[in-house]
């Protein structure tokens, strides 16, 4: 089962910080890239972060600066600040194949931002 568990999610107001965290399997975690997308309501799962093996990390625009993205064996962090109403969404965990691309989703996480 190389499925990925999310958690962290919850409820907040404009500017204020949640977490993320996603952990999967031990054997794999470590050595594979990791992703974190989100779907926000009636639109399409999109990218947000990536992590690589070396700590590399990509963001998209819209959260380049009010996220941050990091990792050690067991986990991927998703720090996110600053939130805004527009971060509403269901965020999903991603471990990539063994050849690189998308792996299993995880079952996700909610994040709700309301002032």
């Known amino acids: 089962q190389m499925q990925p568990v999310e958690s962290g999610g919850g409820l907040a107001r404009p500017g204020e910080s949640l977490t993320l965290v996603c952990t999967g399997p031990a054997s794999i975690f470590q050595f594979r890239n990791i992703a974190w997308y989100r779907q926000r309501p009636g639109q399409e799962r999109e990218f947000v972060a990536r992590i690589g093996k070396p700590g590399v990390t990509s963001y998209a625009d819209s959260v380049k600066g009010r996220f941050a993205l990091s990792r050690d064996a067991a986990k991927a962090s998703l720090q996110m600040n600053s939130l805004k109403t527009d971060d509403t969404a269901v965020y999903y965990c991603?471990?990539?194949?063994?050849?690189?691309?998308?792996?299993?989703w995880g079952q996700g996480t909610q994040v709700t931002v309301i002032s």
């Open positions: 991603n471990i990539a194949g063994p050849f690189g691309g998308l792996g299993d």
